[in-house]
């Protein structure tokens, strides 16, 4: 069984930066690729970024390519994404996820494992 903390979420006006970060444990964070989704209110679940578990080959949601960035630190089972240039259709709760086979995906049910996620504002 894995667990995700997320954490790093907050309020910001639009063109700011925000970095989340997520804590797995419970498993070996190695084997895993990572994603990091988002859910807006009255909205479905999306995929923002997947980073693939070895040699960090990262995939991303065209409304976000250019302004974040999907990383990961293997030796302290974390993996991270940086938001710049934040706009208000960026607010939402983000969630990281565990996806337990190796190839990218951005289906939300290809998904093994989530976090409780973090809520992050963007004001105009």
């Known amino acids: 069984q894995v667990q995700l903390v997320e954490s790093g979420g907050g309020w910001v006006q639009a063109g700011g930066s925000l970095r989340l970060s997520c804590a797995a444990s419970?498993?070996?964070?190695?084997?895993?690729?990572m994603g990091w989704f988002r859910q807006a209110p009255g909205k479905e679940r999306e995929f923002v970024a997947h980073?693939?578990?070895?040699?960090?080959?990262?995939y991303y949601a065209d409304s976000v390519k250019g302004r974040f960035t999907i990383s990961r630190d293997n030796a302290k089972n974390m993996v991270y994404l940086q938001m710049n240039s934040l706009k208000p259709e960026d607010t939402a709760v983000y969630y990281c996820?565990?996806?337990?086979?190796?190839?990218?995906?951005?289906?939300?049910?290809?998904?093994?494992?989530w976090g409780q996620g973090t809520q992050v504002t963007v004001s105009s």
């Open positions: 980073i693939s578990r070895s040699d960090g080959t990262a």
């Open positions: 419970g498993g070996t964070f190695s084997r895993y690729s």
């Open positions: 996820a565990v996806r337990s086979r190796p190839y990218y995906a951005d289906s939300r049910y290809e998904y093994d494992y």
